[in-house]
Nanobody
């Protein structure tokens, strides 16, 4: 499967953005999906995940501001980001996993879980 992330851009603090991750090559319904981000000078970190069945997990600091969702009919996963802060500035990546093991937070939040990765989309939040 090929993943294409989009929707990034420049936004003022307090604003919102919705990122999209479009899949091609295979049906997205067969994959668990995740969003990660990498801020300048920092390691990539987990943001959110959604299983094939629709259950979700979030990084603790982001819960309540970010929402992950999926539309299998459109072969797309979304990340709605509200109340954005300058510290949310990062390149955001979507990723896909097709294994049957996606039950724990530790699994869903680990980069090694995911086999396929999109190219990333840059989100810049100005203060």
């Amino acid at each position: 499967v090929q993943l294409q992330a989009s929707g990034g851009g420049l936004v003022q603090a307090g604003g919102s953005l919705r990122l999209s991750c479009a899949a091609s090559g295979r049906s997205l319904s067969t994959y668990h999906m995740g969003w990660f981000r990498q801020a300048p000078g920092k390691e990539r970190e987990f943001v959110a995940a959604i299983s094939r069945s629709g259950s979700t997990n979030y990084a603790g600091s982001l819960k309540g501001r970010f929402t992950i969702s999926r539309d299998n009919a459109k072969n797309t996963v979304y990340l709605q980001m509200n109340s954005l802060r300058p510290e949310d500035t990062a390149v955001y990546y979507c990723a896909a996993d097709s294994s049957p093991y996606f039950s724990s937070y530790s699994t869903r939040s680990a980069e090694r879980t995911y086999t396929y990765w999109g190219q990333g989309t840059l989100v810049t939040v100005s203060s």
